[in-house]
């Protein structure tokens, strides 16, 4: 039987919340081994993963920014699907009866090509707990949260539930405020099954307001090395402050009371501002 990876760091939140940017930032560390977008594509061949180590070439790394077919860390849901069938659209029924060996497997087959002993993923969405202890021991959770009436805002943007949906820009708005705050807190009650794990709370906007206070606090509680390189790559990234509260600009007036409405246990339970639009 396969041994459980150890030492694993799980980035997770609720989608549309900062996690993707999160994500290719912490990968870019010296001691971590990710996911590619090739292997999420070829997910039988892990090898694929000696082409992250070009991310380790710094004027390469910044000239592949944002651009698509050069190696980057990727939130990988079709290789989880390959080894898993359910993580995409969860079911934790399903799983019990999933070959969970053939992943660890495959993981440490990532780690090793990559030569690193650690191991970062991205997860988003429903927290996947029981899934998780199957394949980690102990990970750690570093779960990155965002001003809900931004994360739903950007839900509607991205027309989530309806994205074939030819209806969707004659749909009543307040309709669909309602169902994006029903799946946002559903989403948030499940994040409860993570702090079973070693978990840390974070928001985005601290990540935008001060990127290297913000992965300073990640590497400690990480245990990861304050590496000096890294902290010149965090310095390079274009990370936008115009991303905060953008919710004012797209909401319109007569939205915003009942927004705040079907958000304000999590506005409130997570430090955010509500009467002072």
């Known amino acids: 039987m396969c041994k459980k990876i150890e030492g694993a760091i ?15 930032i912490l990968a870019l560390h010296p001691e971590l081994s990710w996911i590619s977008g090739y292997v999420n594509r070829f997910p039988d061949y892990p090898v694929l993963t000696i082409l992250n180590r070009l991310q380790e070439i710094s004027a390469f790394e910044r000239a592949t920014r944002g ?3 050069f190696p980057r860390t990727a939130e990988a849901y079709d290789y989880w699907d390959h080894y ?17 060996e053939k992943v660890i497997r495959s993981l440490r087959a990532v780690m090793r090509y990559q030569g690193k002993r ?7 969405g429903l927290a996947r707990g029981k899934m998780l202890r199957q394949i980690f021991n102990d990970p750690t959770i570093l779960y990155l949260d965002r001003d809900p009436r931004d994360v739903i805002v950007s839900y509607f943007g991205q027309r989530w539930l309806h994205k074939n949906d030819p209806m969707f820009e004659k749909m009543d708005r307040r309709i669909l405020w309602k169902e994006y705050g029903d799946l946002f807190a559903k989403i948030q009650a499940t994040k409860e099954e993570l702090r079973a794990f070693r978990f840390k709370q974070l928001r985005y906007e601290d990540l935008v307001d001060d990127p290297i206070g913000f ?8 245990r990861l090395s304050h590496d000096a390189r890294f902290y010149q790559l965090v310095r390079s ?3 936008r ?9 797209f909401l319109k007036p007569e939205e915003v ?15 955010y501002e509500v009467g002072k639009e």
């Open 10 to 24: 799980v980035i997770h939140g609720p989608g549309r919340s900062g996690t993707t940017l999160f994500n290719n």
């Open 67 to 69: 651009r698509r077919y």
């Open 84 to 100: 898993l069938e359910y993580v995409r659209n969860y079911d934790e029924r399903q799983i019990e009866n999933i070959d969970f």
């Open 118 to 124: 650690r191991l970062v993923i991205k997860l988003t």
């Open 215 to 222: 992965f300073e606090e990640v590497n400690d509680w990480c």
């Open 237 to 239: 990234w274009d990370i």
């Open 241 to 249: 402050k115009s991303s905060v509260a953008r919710w004012k600009a």
């Open 257 to 271: 009371d009942l927004v705040n409405s079907l958000l304000l246990p999590f506005l409130q339970g997570l430090g």
